[in-house]
């Protein structure tokens, strides 16, 4: 008899841990959606002439900071006036001597975390998340010392130093996963999701093929937990996923293509399942620059923001409603020296203050107002 209760014992543990949910074996699920990710009424869309908005070509060769030791300053030179001051000289190396790569997303969570996405040009379509606790830096006094946080992985005499060993406990480096590009980890200020495309490519800015993925980032354990496989394809349209996202305070998610004629900008939901875009009303005539490098939205300001290298362009983003409200003078734009790599700009709370990041050397800047 006891050993027939041990016998339904030991079953009924095994069936209650076998109908349990897991997520330390969980698998990543790619979900496909059947029917078009993508709203499009091409009979209803306005041309208009954003002339407040001046392209700046990529330049031949970009500056690369000398001086990573100290903090410095970028200026607008055009536009509205705003200086970016270094708030972190991101590691260099990695942990272990890694290559990390180049800095090519940024996201925050607030006033505690901040998320890089890097990506090694060795490793071809894949990269990693690092994650910054940025109230443990501050508390450190890592803004006034930015060589402390880039040599946070350089041994010292062959060994690490207390201040080292502190700046270790504030990082933690995520798993390499397939990211495409890598230039549009962003968070849901509505739902708290993590949100990228994995927008694989054959050459540089040359997609594999013309199927979008988005995304979900499980942000404890740093890297995808499931995906969305969908068309942006509607009435002769077809757009190859997205490169760029941001989401605005009620959720609504948005990015923006150049498919050699003007700038398309497209808003939308993404749901656990499901994606759902449309192609707002309104055609841009003139974008900020060459590469299209980030997206980006200042809840304070309550204005989108479309990156290149040096160059910044935003709008209000509820001129976007309906058949759109966009006039020339609803652009505010800033072309900026010296001539760097923009990769993007999160917000970590109601100020409104940017923080952007730069490549050459990786580092983040702030803004001296909201922008």
Request: with cysteine.
């Amino acid at each position: 008899m006891k050993l027939l209760k041990c016998f339904f014992f030991v079953l009924g543990l095994s069936v209650f841990f076998a109908c349990r949910p897991t997520t330390i074996n969980a698998k990543f699920v790619v979900y496909h959606q059947r029917s078009s990710g993508l709203i499009y009424h091409r009979h209803h869309m306005r041309y208009l002439n954003n002339s407040r908005v001046h392209y700046i070509h990529v330049p031949k060769h970009y500056h690369h900071v000398a001086a990573a030791t100290k903090r410095h300053t970028i200026k607008s030179v055009k536009g509205r006036p705003v200086t970016f001051t270094t708030r972190y000289v991101l590691p260099f190396p990695g942990k272990g001597g890694q290559h990390w790569g180049n800095p090519q997303s940024i996201a925050m969570t607030g006033k505690k975390y901040m998320y890089v996405v890097y990506c090694p040009t060795s490793l071809h379509n894949k990269g990693r998340i690092v994650r910054f606790n940025t109230q443990e830096l501050d508390s450190l006094g890592i803004r006034l010392h930015p060589n402390e946080l880039r040599d946070a992985y350089v041994k010292k005499d062959g060994h690490y130093s207390f201040i080292q060993k502190q700046i270790h406990k504030t990082i933690k480096i995520g798993p390499l996963f397939t990211t495409g590009h890598g230039q549009s980890l962003a968070y849901n200020w509505k739902n708290h999701g993590m949100y990228m495309w994995r927008d694989k490519e054959k050459a540089p800015r040359v997609p594999v093929n013309n199927w979008g993925y988005i995304q979900h980032i499980n942000v404890k354990r740093l890297r995808p937990d499931h995906a969305i496989r969908f068309r942006l394809r509607n009435r002769g349209l077809s757009v190859p996923g997205g490169h760029n996202l941001t989401f605005d305070k009620n959720g609504n998610a948005y990015f923006w293509s150049f498919p050699g004629w003007c700038a398309y900008i497209f808003k939308g939901k993404i749901h656990h399942k499901s994606v759902k875009f449309k192609l707002t009303k309104q055609k841009l005539r003139h974008l900020p620059g060459t590469r299209i490098q980030s997206m980006a939205y200042n809840s304070t300001r309550k204005r989108l923001l479309m990156i290149s290298d040096a160059s910044i362009a935003s709008f209000p983003k509820n001129k976007l409603k309906g058949l759109g409200h966009l006039t020339n003078h609803s652009f505010q734009w800033n072309e900026f020296n010296p001539k760097r790599e923009f990769e993007g700009i999160a917000y970590d709370g109601k100020d409104g203050i940017a923080n952007l990041l730069l490549n050459h050397v990786p580092e983040v800047l702030t803004s001296n107002h909201s922008y």
